[in-house]
């Protein structure tokens, strides 16, 4: 069983930008489609942004397009988001979790069955 492993989070002035990266421990992920959420305080999860197995579909929640990115290494085991132009509002524990590629649409956690500990950003006004 895979274990994931968030990284890169931190504080950033609005307008500034942030990488996440979310790598396996145990397991590789290559195999797997992975998802980014995030949580903020008194808010319910949200899906942020999502990428199959193989790196080449990539899917955003409205709120992040066109300001994150999400990627795939060349060899699958380490996942990003590439966060730019960021806002207050992006202040959350961002989460990253893998998943089979088919059944469930990226944006449902349901989707996902691993789930990393989370990585905080926090965006200053």
């Known amino acids: 069983q895979a274990q994931l492993v968030e990284s890169g989070g931190g504080l950033v002035q609005a307008g500034g930008s942030l990488r996440l990266s979310c790598a396996a421990s145990?397991?590789?992920?290559?195999?797997?489609?992975m998802g980014w959420f995030r949580q903020a305080p008194g808010k319910e999860r949200e899906f942020v942004a999502g990428i199959d197995w193989s790196g080449d579909s990539t899917y955003y929640a409205d709120s992040v397009k066109g300001r994150f990115t999400v990627s795939r290494d060349n060899i699958k085991t380490t996942v990003y988001l590439q966060m730019t132009r960021l806002k207050p509002e992006d202040t959350a524990v961002y989460y990253c979790a893998s998943g089979p590629n088919s059944g469930e649409p990226y944006y449902r956690s349901a989707k996902y069955n691993i789930w990393g500990q989370g990585t905080q950003v926090t965006v200053s006004s």
């Open positions: 145990g397991r590789a992920i290559y195999i797997y489609a």
